[in-house]
């Protein structure tokens, strides 16, 4: 299959049309591929339909993000459908009861496959924005493999990423969203990190560019990639494909998923299989 993460810039909008066509053009863009993935975080450019009062305001941005929810879901059913592929939407705020929660939404032709929550939050969404997390990992078995998401943060902790492989996941998705060259590479090096514990490709999908409207999404550094174990089966670097740094636009790779059973079974170093012995080792 072919999978394409984005490296994805906000803007504002007027209307909803406005945000229809610019999402519209985004996937007209990648489909050509199996799989989208968009950021975390990235439906907060809907915080702009609310006027520059709510945009600017944290808590407000988040309830209006919340507001359409609906109609975006129903946006993605419909381009994931125009165009027989399957979509990570770009992260927002789900509000059930009390405190939002960070929710990615996964889409394919058929319509809604499930959602991810964020298991565990930042300082910034803790201690700012009082999202909270939602313990609970989901496997969604796709024609397109089976998938797992670690969103940003979550991506930092081998544990997550070991019940997911563990489960018989083969691609985990990352959306991000970080403000810092280093916040951006600890969930690069978090990403890496999991796809050669887990012998599996592992999808970076980051926000990126220059937002003055909200104080949440204000400054985004990172570039999107597709990353695999550097175990003999996939390229020596583990890096499948890269974008620029801070620059807009898809990065798309074409995957075989029977390499990841390779790597598993067959790779120069058999970390997924090994793993037991790590958990036997003690301080002594």
Known sequence: MKIAAAAYHFDWFDDFDAYRAKLTRWVEAAADCDLLVFPEYGAMELASLGGKDVASNLEASLHEVARHEAARDALHVELAAAHGIHILAASGPY???GRPLNRAVLFGPEGRIGHQDKQIMTRFERDEWKVQGAPGLRVFDTPVGKLGILICYDSEFPLL???????????????SCTDTVAGFNRVRIGAMARALESQCVVVHSPTVGLCDWNPAIDENRGKAAIYAPSDG????????????????????????????????????????????????????
């Open 95 to 97: 509000f059930s009861e």
């Open 161 to 175: 990423a070991r019940q997911l492989a563990e489960a018989g996941v083969e691609v985990i998705l990352t959306p």
């Open 233 to 284: 089966v996939w390229p020596e670097t583990g890096i499948l494909a890269e974008g620029e740094m801070d620059r807009a636009g898809w990065v798309k790779a074409r995957i075989d998923l029977d390499k990841v059973r390779q790597s598993r079974e067959d790779g120069r170093v058999l970390p997924f299989a090994h793993w037991p012995e790590s958990q036997a080792s003690a301080i002594i």
